[in-house]
């Protein structure tokens, strides 16, 4: 395992559910990445956090909202999503993402596979 | 504008053969380059990455990488090909100007026995 987890690891939900994934890292980094991936498409980041302080935010639809209440945990809140949002969201954590930080490699968890009905 | 390609979907190649997972990237700074790994059902786990020195950079499960800066390349290499092998394989870049973390399509990976 790579000391990254998340829960839960699948998830249905209606367009007009809220629910949050959960993504937790023992590995002392200090930087936190929501990816998302679907089929036949680059791996798309979609929040970066350093040290607890959100520094990327890639024109993420506002019906997803990241939450990082340290460095170990990270949130991505769900509400009145889209069936297109359906995909496998990854978390994944290094240590530094800017700087001398940025070259080094992301640990990823094993991911949420969400279906949106 | 920054990009990477993995120009194949698919490489099928025999157990026990060489093996060749092709990539290569635009960026407007210099290059941090990384592969990565994903089995059924798992994240991405890292493979090896360049960041400056010797081009050929080894790295785990026997695995190493060629970084080409005039063909702009990083093409995944293994001497001879596992079963074990197969799985989907990730390229990315970290553009030093921007910073931005870049990663291709994936190409998925079949080593027939």
């Known amino acids: 395992e790579t000391g990254v987890t998340q829960t839960p690891r699948h998830l249905v939900m209606g367009m007009t559910n809220k629910k949050s994934l959960k993504c937790e890292q023992h590995?002392?980094?200090?930087?936190m990445y929501w990816y998302k991936q679907s089929a036949k498409k680059p791996l798309e980041l979609m929040f970066v956090?350093?040290?607890?302080?959100?520094?990327e935010n890639n024109s993420v639809p506002s019906r997803f909202s990241p939450e990082c209440p340290n460095s170990s945990h990270l949130f991505l809140h769900l509400h009145t999503l889209q069936p297109e949002d359906s995909a496998l969201y990854l978390c994944?954590?290094?240590?530094?993402?800017?700087?001398?930080?940025?070259?080094?490699?992301?640990?990823f968890g094993p991911g949420t596979r969400l279906t949106v009905l | 504008a920054q990009s990477v390609a993995q120009p194949e979907d698919q490489v099928n190649v025999a157990e026990g053969n060489p093996l060749t997972v092709k990539c290569t990237y635009s960026?407007?700074?210099?290059?941090?380059l990384f592969w990565y790994v994903q089995y059924p059902n798992r994240g991405l786990q890292f493979l090896l990455k360049y960041i400056t020195g010797d081009n050929l950079v080894k790295g785990s499960y026997g695995f190493e990488a060629e970084f080409n800066k005039s063909q702009t390349s990083f093409h995944l290499k293994k001497p001879s090909a596992l079963v074990s092998d197969s799985a989907l394989y990730f390229c990315a870049v970290r553009d030093t100007g921007t910073y931005k973390y870049i990663f291709g399509t994936g190409t998925r990976l079949k080593v027939l026995a």
């Open positions: 956090y350093n040290f607890k302080e959100q520094t």
């Open positions: 960026v407007s700074g210099n290059p941090y």
């Open positions: 590995l002392g980094h200090n930087a």
């Open positions: 994944a954590s290094s240590q530094g993402a800017s700087g001398e930080g940025s070259y080094n490699e992301q640990f």
